[in-house]
């Protein structure tokens, strides 16, 4: 094809049965207009080092795989264009804050099995509901309250891009927190006590320092930095006890 | 999973590596000058307490050159401040609607600079007529 | 889970941030740049009689008070948390130097103001 180019690939390796630390290797990969940083991934893979090691799934954007630092910024490799680099070489690493497990991937546990756990990701409300009773109503503007915190794919972006996270990793950091609002705001959950304690302490929003890259890197425009910092201000309230007088549905 | 020797990559000099960490890191930087103002000016209260001739040797050490490349620095930094914290207060706010639409952060911003801007020229006005 | 006691001084943090956005600059600019110089602001401005009599007036007492107070206040909550920020670990001991400065600096701002006489 006339419209190919040839792109630097710079990516870091790191295979725990070998090495050490990691180092880079770099590929020469062809690229027309519309070839994301993943099918860069994939063509090394495929034609020149099957080893190399990388998350990734849906290739649209949707599913949160495919993380990866590219150029130090954390952006979804299938969301990402070669074009975009060219004619300087585009390095990708794994995702910021995260152990490295093999090549570009990394440890997500922390996340999945403690942090998201912890902000008790489900709708706690007043009464059960029977079946019988029928389903939950919503008006269009409570589904607006809490409706662009719900769009978080766990992507961990965030994370990478949260240094409040990579200096203490204690801190429940920004996918989770936005989680928690988007709970605490929706019509039908009445569980903001169940989740205040965690809230309220130092690995609650405390923890953050509004750095905002959170929010500047998510590919689904979910705003954690949003999502906490409002919740400084509530917790503020409850720490003065002054939620209760001023909160509707009586503070929950 | 089995075990496996996971690499923690260090976070020392993590804010050198991108112009948005080093943008951040002024912001938080500018306290230190603000916090130096606050002495400044505190010395300078001390020195009415004592009296004219020390509130003029206050002021005559302002003029130096010292005091003058400090308070440009500071106003640097300090503006920068202020710019930045009109630009993230819109993140302590609720979602704010204008009827059904939502509200653009940069109302909020906006206001906080239109504020700034009417407040140092009120400040100004007191100072030189009042 | 400990509650954090983050809320008072964010809060402090929070009210410094908010009058130093709005005056700190102008402030900084007057008394720090053309007073001293006398470029768009002459020298009687900020004259003996002149400042000690807003200092001896309870208004502006406030407004002192107020600023050296809350610029102090927002400053050392950046600075404590900055630190953690380069790395260095600050435990008990540095939250107390930084606080408690900015509490001795409120003190002695209140003290002189006494000090000064009332209008």
Redesign the interface.
């Known amino acids: 094809m006339a419209d190919t180019r040839t792109i630097e690939i710079e990516v870091l390796r790191y295979n725990p049965e070998k090495d050490l630390e990691p180092h880079f290797q770099s590929f020469q990969v062809p690229f027309t207009h519309d070839t994301s940083v993943l099918q860069g991934l994939q063509y090394i893979k495929d034609r020149l080092d099957g080893s190399l090691t990388f998350r990734w799934s849906c290739r649209m954007a949707i599913c949160g795989s495919c993380g990866k630092m590219v150029n130090g910024r954390p952006e979804l490799s299938c969301h990402t264009f070669l074009r975009d680099y060219f004619p300087g070489k585009v390095r990708i690493e794994p995702l910021n804050h995260f152990p490295v497990l093999r090549d570009l991937v990394i440890d997500q546990t922390d996340f999945f099995e403690a942090k998201l756990p912890s902000i008790k990701p489900y709708l706690q409300p007043k009464e059960e509901k029977p079946l019988s009773e029928g389903t939950y109503l919503q008006t269009p503007k409570q589904l607006q309250d809490y409706y662009q915190y719900s769009q978080c794919i766990n992507c961990l972006l965030c994370y990478a891009a949260c240094p409040q996270y990579g200096l203490k990793q204690e801190f429940t950091g920004p996918a989770a927190l936005a989680l928690l609002h988007r709970y605490n705001a929706d019509s039908r959950d009445r569980g903001w006590n169940e989740r205040a304690e965690l809230l309220n302490a130092e690995k609650g929003v405390w923890g953050c320092t509004l750095v905002g890259y959170c929010s500047e890197v998510c590919p689904k425009h979910v705003d954690p930095a949003h999502a906490i910092n409002q919740n400084k201000v509530n917790s503020t309230m409850d720490y003065f006890g002054l939620r209760k007088l001023l909160m509707p549905r009586g503070g929950t | 999973m089995a075990q496996v020797r996971a690499y923690v990559r260090p976070m020392a000099g993590w804010w050198r590596r991108n112009p948005y960490f080093v943008r951040y890191m002024i912001r938080e930087g500018s306290s230190v000058f603000l916090a130096i103002y606050a002495v400044i000016l505190l010395a300078g209260l001390f020195r009415l307490a004592q009296g004219p001739a020390a509130w003029d040797a206050w002021r005559a050490a302002l003029a130096s050159p010292v005091s003058l490349v400090f308070h440009w620095l500071a106003l640097l930094t300090v503006g920068y401040h202020a710019y930045t914290w009109w630009k993230v207060a819109p993140k302590t706010a609720p979602d704010l609607r204008w009827g059904n639409r939502p509200l653009p952060e940069l109302v909020i911003t906006a206001g906080g600079w239109a504020a700034t801007i009417g407040a140092s020229v009120l400040v100004y006005v007191l100072v030189r007529w009042l | 889970?400990?509650?954090?006691?983050?809320?008072?001084f964010?809060?402090l943090f929070?009210a410094g941030?908010?009058l130093?956005?709005?005056?700190?600059?102008?402030?900084?600019?007057?008394?720090?740049?053309i007073?001293?110089?006398g470029v768009w602001?002459?020298h009687e401005?900020?004259d003996?009689p002149r400042?000690?009599g807003f200092?001896q007036h309870w208004f502006g007492k406030l407004l002192?008070l107020a600023?050296?107070s809350l610029?102090?206040f927002?400053?050392?909550?950046?600075?404590y948390?900055?630190l953690?920020?380069l790395?260095v670990h600050a435990g008990t001991g540095a939250m107390i130097a930084a606080y408690g400065s900015a509490l001795a600096?409120t003190l002695?701002?209140a003290y002189?103001?006494i000090?000064?006489g009332f209008g």
């Not at chain 3, 130093?20 to 740049?33: Q, Y």
């Open positions: 889970m400990k509650r954090s006691h983050e809320p008072i964010w809060s929070g941030g908010v130093s956005a709005l005056v700190a600059p102008v402030l900084i600019f007057i008394t720090g740049i007073a001293p110089i602001m002459p401005a900020l003996y400042v000690l200092a002192i600023v050296i610029f102090l927002h400053a050392v909550h950046r600075i948390h900055g953690h920020d790395g600096g002695i701002t002189l103001l000090a000064v």
